[in-house]
């Protein structure tokens, strides 16, 4: 079981698809590990190639294995445009420790949206249980 914290460094995209027909459309991410969803901020009017250089930090604990970024399109008056989305595995991160930025497709409806660009690094928490002979623990192994 793996449990730690999960830092995401949320790099940029590139050749996203506007969504926008008039103007450059106003891109955020929507990052989502499990239950846990975090947000960054709208890169105003940057269009198909925005830039965040934003952090992120999840728990991770039982069965968590991608993370997933949905990009949207932020529209005023409106409800925000599904851009695409991009589902990153985490057990290579969890292998090695850290991964620097790394370009992942952006999907929408199966078909190529655009990349976008990610920087992983995990940090495992130590086992609160490690340094206990098993056959100590609770004594239920001693009475037969």
Do not use: H
Request: hydrophobic content about 35%; glycine content about 10%.
């Amino acid at each position: 079981m793996v449990q730690g914290t999960l830092e995401v460094l949320l790099v940029g995209a590139k050749g996203l698809e506007n969504t926008d027909f008039l103007c450059n459309m106003d891109p955020y991410a929507i990052l989502v590990c499990r239950t846990q969803e975090q947000k960054s901020s709208v890169a105003s009017g940057k269009g198909s190639d925005p830039e965040w250089n934003e952090s992120f930090v999840f728990t991770i604990s039982d069965n968590a294995t991608e993370l997933c970024i949905k990009l949207m399109d932020s529209d005023a008056g409106s409800g925000d445009d599904f851009v695409g989305e991009a589902e990153i595995p985490l057990e290579p991160v969890f292998a090695e420790g850290s991964l620097p930025p790394t370009v992942y497709n952006v999907v929408k409806d199966q078909e190529y949206r655009g990349e976008i660009k990610v920087g992983l690094t995990f940090t495992p928490q130590e086992n609160r249980q490690q340094g206990f002979a098993e056959e100590n623990f609770g004594g239920w192994r001693a009475s037969n």
